[in-house]
């Protein structure tokens, strides 16, 4: 182990013990943070609380420096090596990795939300003797700091073993519900495009619908968000050159690629050779996405876009707006249970909160007084920590319909492939078992 990353090592635990035992602002704000954290975080999330601990070493602010700037600030005797090796510090992240390759001092680990690569080593022999027992393939989750060329563990792993494609679509997903905001820390490329994406969708929302907020019977609007989807497909088909009236096999035979060929990466691919050849371009490029069934069959269903929090759906809303206006009984009541379930549905974002309290910003705060118990609840002063309460991000998170890398969509499509074919083979068995009985 060389005597750079021995020194980090010893840095960073000089460094976690100046958190630990810190008084005054710094305590308060790590106190703050992790709160602020734990609030919206989930039971995964929360078994992670020396993770919690790094990631206010690494993220955290006491007043407009960062924890980092403190402690070299207090530790005056540090060298100018030390200092700068710290200062690197602040690039570090939060990653779910794949064990690429096995080291004699420690790993070659890809990032599976960025597909970058990395040489990551143990800053403690202890702990590099403890890591032995890893195998290729399996899945870390865990926070790295940058040392030289190479890169530290900077808090513990969690590991999650060997994940098949559908285990680790999850996993991802799972990542980027409770660390969103390091979904492409290594890739600030990747994270603008991805929003620049959710930009162009609601742009393209009002040029179909003429609004950033329509309401429709749920069948219609199924119908309707089907022709949009195809609408924008068909201008990004023509944008890059592609006739989008053509089939896979079309495009194939022109390519040289012969049916026998065609046939051979269908069944690798788990689908029916017939159907693969019919699909036209735009099936294939982007698939026909459709409103959830309890969606599909509400009477009313409004449907909201934004440029940062993405697009919503919702099949209340109309009845909501309606009850809140209405002062019988029976209104009354009716709204008392329609803002509990918007405070506790995860579906309802602080951006449609925003959009209530602009209308009816006197009858929200009244019903949240009365349904909260709380005569003196205060929309203007308590709105935004009372959504953190019910773990609602009061900052946009990039949303689902964000555009990803192609590597994740491939393994997305796979994965459904994948859980697909084994419900096909299920139901297959069920069948042979019925007919032997």
């Avoid at 449609?352 to 602009?358: A, H, N, S």
Wanted: charged share 25%.
């Amino acid at each position: 182990m060389d005597s750079m990353l021995l020194r980090a090592g010893k840095l960073k635990e000089a460094l976690t013990d100046f958190v630990f035992d810190a008084e005054g602002e710094l305590a308060v704000a790590l106190e703050t943070f992790s709160a602020e954290q734990m609030a919206t975080a989930t039971q995964q999330e929360m078994n992670q609380r020396n993770l919690l601990v790094d990631r206010f070493i690494f993220e955290g602010k006491v007043g407009q420096k960062t924890p980092i700037a403190l402690f070299i600030e207090h530790n005056t005797d540090l060298s100018q090596e030390d200092q700068q090796l710290i200062q690197r510090w602040h690039k570090s992240f939060i990653g779910l990795f794949e064990i690429i390759a096995i080291l004699d001092d420690g790993f070659e680990l890809m990032n599976w939300t960025t597909a970058k690569h990395y040489i990551v080593k143990p800053n403690n022999p202890k702990i590099l003797e403890s890591m032995k027992r890893y195998k290729i393939g399996e899945i870390l989750l865990t926070q790295i700091a940058p040392v030289d060329d190479y890169w530290m563990f900077s808090s513990p792993c969690t590991t999650l073993g060997r994940l098949g494609k559908p285990k680790l679509a999850v996993a991802i997903g799972n990542f980027k519900q409770n660390y969103g905001n390091h979904l492409y820390s290594d890739a600030p490329d990747l994270l603008e495009q991805a929003w620049k994406s959710v930009e162009k969708s609601h742009q393209d929302f009002i040029n179909f619908f003429g609004s950033d907020e329509i309401t429709l019977p749920g069948y219609q609007l199924n119908q309707k968000f089907a022709e949009y989807q195809n609408a924008n497909l068909q201008e990004k088909l023509e944008a890059s050159g592609l006739d989008g009236s053509k089939t896979i096999q079309d495009l194939a035979q022109e390519a040289g690629i012969s049916s026998d060929e065609i046939d051979s990466i269908a069944a690798e691919m788990g689908v029916d050779a017939t159907a693969l050849n019919s699909n036209k371009i735009t099936k294939m490029v982007q698939p026909k996405l459709e409103l959830p069934p309890h969606l599909k069959k509400a009477e009313q269903v409004t449907a909201f876009s934004h440029p940062r929090w993405g697009q919503s759906f919702l099949a209340n809303y109309s009845e909501f707006k309606k009850s809140l206006l209405l002062e019988d009984e029976q209104s009354v009541k009716k709204s008392e249970g329609l803002v509990m379930e918007y405070l506790k549905s995860s579906e309802i974002s602080f951006f449609v909160w925003e959009k209530l309290v602009t209308q009816y910003s006197k009858q929200i705060e009244s019903l949240l007084q009365k349904v909260l118990n709380s005569p003196n609840f205060d929309l203007e002063i308590d709105l935004k920590s009372l959504m953190k309460e019910f773990k609602k991000p009061i900052e946009p998170v990039l949303p689902e319909s964000a555009s990803v890398p192609i590597h994740l969509h491939t393994l997305f499509q796979d994965a459904v492939m994948e859980v697909n074919k084994d419900k096909s083979k299920n139901k297959s068995s069920k069948k042979t078992t019925n007919k032997g009985f």
